[in-house]
């Protein structure tokens, strides 16, 4: 038996005598791109000939593939792309909510220490005022100790009695 050269002889060997792992109603696709209407048993190779029409159609095939290809590549970008700005959008409205949040802490706790501050300058004003009270009584009580002292100083020098001397009780 002569070895099998021709491509074709050999696809259809290959085809043949060897069973298919699916089931017939499972349609099998070929892993290359067919061309045209007859799917090539090369799965979409050209064969070499020196005909420059079939040499034009293989390089509009490649470039029209180069295309496709350029096209899905910037399909991916573009939605890798949008994906990025939807993210972006996401994180910048979630900072601006945390930036919200944060200035409305910022501003209660303002509020809060604004009237905490009043009602401890209320407080400092009252016992400032107790206070200046507290020193005027004091200074009148000293006006009105010395005064009596000297009443009673006053009272002994004329009374005719030895108990009321500065010698027996002393006054202070």
């Avoid at 259809?12 to 290359?32: A, G, H, M």
């Amino acid at each position: 038996m002569q070895p099998r050269t021709d491509i074709f002889s050999l696809h259809n060997y290959i085809n043949s005598s060897v069973p298919s792992p699916y089931p017939s109603s499972f349609p099998l696709s070929t892993p290359f791109p067919s061309n045209g209407p007859n799917p090539n048993p090369l799965y979409g190779f050209q064969s070499y000939t020196n005909n420059p029409q079939s040499m034009s159609q293989s390089s509009n095939n490649s470039t029209s593939d180069e295309a496709e290809e350029h096209q899905t590549d910037n399909n991916i970008i573009n939605e890798r792309k949008q994906r990025r700005m939807i993210s972006n959008r996401e994180s910048a409205r979630r900072s601006r909510m945390r930036k919200q949040r944060h200035l409305d802490e910022l501003w209660s706790q303002v509020m809060w220490l604004r009237i905490e501050n009043h009602q401890l300058l209320d407080k400092l004003n009252n016992l400032s005022e107790s206070h200046d009270k507290v020193l005027q009584e004091n200074a009148q009580l000293k006006e009105e100790t010395s005064e009596l002292k000297e009443v009673i100083s006053n009272m002994q020098i004329q009374s005719p009695f030895s108990c009321f001397r500065d010698d027996i009780i002393p006054i202070e």
